[in-house]
């Protein structure tokens, strides 16, 4: 009986866990890594639109100038969707590359990370990368637009996209290390314990998918690609490879040997990287 009543406090705990945000969102709001210090000085970008206030900061290939003309030498602009954790501060070094072969970047902050205002949730994640996405094909030269999603920022920018698609004109989409179902993740969470296996289905009951993508062939003709680590355990890669079939042509899926979670581009001294612009420059 005793046994019985803490399994039942375990499971509560759990699943009113599950049940909030705080599951998928982990915000800081302190500065972590300053750019500075990688003589690197983003321009500081506001969105505010409504009623979001949206920081992002936006590193072009010459970005110590301060220039604005200097976006226009670039190649073209990422739109970068972050992952869970920390906020822009840190999440900026998994593109900061990017300037070595001429491309710029845009990441912002989700609701209630870094210095944007309000609170993280499916609905307002959404918006505010459909917010970035807005402001930098308005603001932006006329060079190609990507979008780079990574961890959690797939499931938000997968949906941010589909609303968008026929408004704004992007190039390429890569999604990487990702996920399009916050109930399947979730299920995927309670199958890693013995205490928790049985109890797989609750995840459907008390997580919704309202804001979550709808199916992937409705991106189509916009070219995916998927990226993933088989060595990873925070994201396994069986949701991009589930992904990749869901999605239409034009696509593209690499599977990283011995790839962590969100280390695609730092692994094998970084020979993603070359692969990754050969393969945008085609």
Request: aromatic letters at 14%; hydrophobic letters at 40%.
């Amino acid at each position: 009986m005793i046994i019985t009543r803490l399994i039942i406090i375990y499971l509560a705990s759990i699943f009113s866990f599950i049940g909030c945000t705080s599951l998928f969102y982990y915000p800081k709001q302190e500065l972590l890594y300053d750019p500075q210090k990688l003589n690197l000085t983003p321009q500081d970008i506001w969105i505010n639109e409504d009623g979001y206030q949206i920081h992002a900061w936006l590193f072009n290939p010459q970005s110590n100038s301060g220039d604005k003309s200097d976006i226009l030498k670039s190649k073209g602009t990422f739109v970068f969707f972050h992952g869970n954790a920390e906020n822009l501060t840190s999440h900026y070094l998994s593109l900061v590359w990017l300037l070595d072969y001429n491309y710029s970047f845009l990441i912002f902050d989700y609701p209630g990370y870094g210095q944007s205002v309000g609170t993280p949730t499916p609905e307002s994640t959404v918006k505010s990368g459909k917010l970035a996405l807005k402001w930098a094909s308005k603001n932006l030269d006329s060079k190609p637009l990507y979008v780079y999603a990574q961890s959690l920022g797939g499931i938000i920018a997968l949906r941010a996209v589909q609303e968008l698609k026929d408004q704004i004109p992007i190039k390429m989409f890569i999604i990487d290390s990702s996920f399009n179902s916050y109930q399947k993740i979730g299920r995927r969470a309670l199958s890693r314990s013995w205490i928790t296996w049985l109890f797989q289905p609750l995840a459907y009951l008390l997580l919704s998918d309202q804001f979550a993508p709808a199916k992937l062939s409705t991106l189509s003709p916009l070219p995916l690609l998927f990226i993933h680590g088989d060595a990873d355990r925070t994201v396994e890669s069986q949701f991009s490879k589930e992904m990749f079939e869901e999605a239409l042509e034009p696509k593209s899926l690499w599977i990283i040997p011995k790839g962590y979670h969100g280390g695609s581009f730092y692994i094998n001294k970084g020979e993603y990287r070359a692969k990754l612009i050969e393969f945008l420059e085609k």
